[in-house]
């Protein structure tokens, strides 16, 4: 065996072999264990929200407005209209996940391919650089807002502004992957043996900037629920009645001097998410470096 075979062997050994010990190192670690419990308790309660509460999201009491948490069948209290704060608050998660997992599907369906071709042709690079870079400039949040005001008012375009706005994060991270991994000894090695570029796009440089997308993904989902609970506190995202924590929130705000508990509980919400994810997309980030 040649001395470039061995090389790339031994490297595709080794990228095989990284996943298996991957749940060993994150268990091993507080913030990982921390991180997934969280994570893990945050999709369980969206998941079985019907489960976990006898109301409906838009069963309305007008004879129990603005009740205190604790009241007897009002854990978490309710709003202007009677409605059970807890569980508006289970159904309003369940849809600021799907809009974050939905938005991590769409930039990394788009941005990778992008990221693979702008790494690996040159020319290519300069035409998807450009038009990154000059997206980039624009805050991805004021990206997000100015196209959600264009399309309107919806959960899907919601979730296509978003992923609009964060595709160009997911190009410039997987562009620097590739453009490492290539300079590496056993992707030159698989050039020396007549490998295709495609074929050693997806054969050797994929599988070693994988590590990079999933980190990227930890990245866009808490990005993501921040985003649609901004877009629907602008009236620019999910629309009531359906639940959502941004909607609960923008519910909240006329009554402040009221029932300052109408909007504690979903902002409190929005911050478990994002520093649950964000915990867990550290440790994974340690644990696949």
Known sequence: MSSATATSTAAA????????????????????VVGLVLCAVIILMAFFANVLTPYTPDEMNLGAVFQIPGTIGYPLGTDNLGRDTFTRMLFGMRASLTVGVLTVVFCTVIGVPLGLIAGQWKAADAIISRITDIMLSF??????????????????????????????PMIRVVRGEVLRVRALDFVTASYTMNSTRGRTLRKHVLGNILPAIIVQATIVVPSAVLGESVLSFLGLGIQPPT???????SDAQQYISVDPFMGVFPGLMIAIICLSFNILGDAVKDCLQ
């Not at 050994?13 to 990982?32: D, N, Q, Y």
């Not at 004021?142 to 706005?165: D, E, F, Q, T």
Request: proline share 9%; hydrophobic share 55%; glycine share 10%.
């Open 13 to 32: 050994a080794k990228t095989a072999k990284a996943p298996k010990g991957f749940w060993r190192r994150l268990i091993a670690k507080p913030s990982g």
């Open 243 to 249: 639940p959502s924590l941004g909607v609960m929130l």
């Open 139 to 168: 805050p991805s949040l004021i990206l997000a807002v100015g196209l959600a005001a264009i399309r309107g008012a919806s959960l899907s375009n919601v979730v296509i502004a978003l992923g609009i706005a964060y595709v160009p």
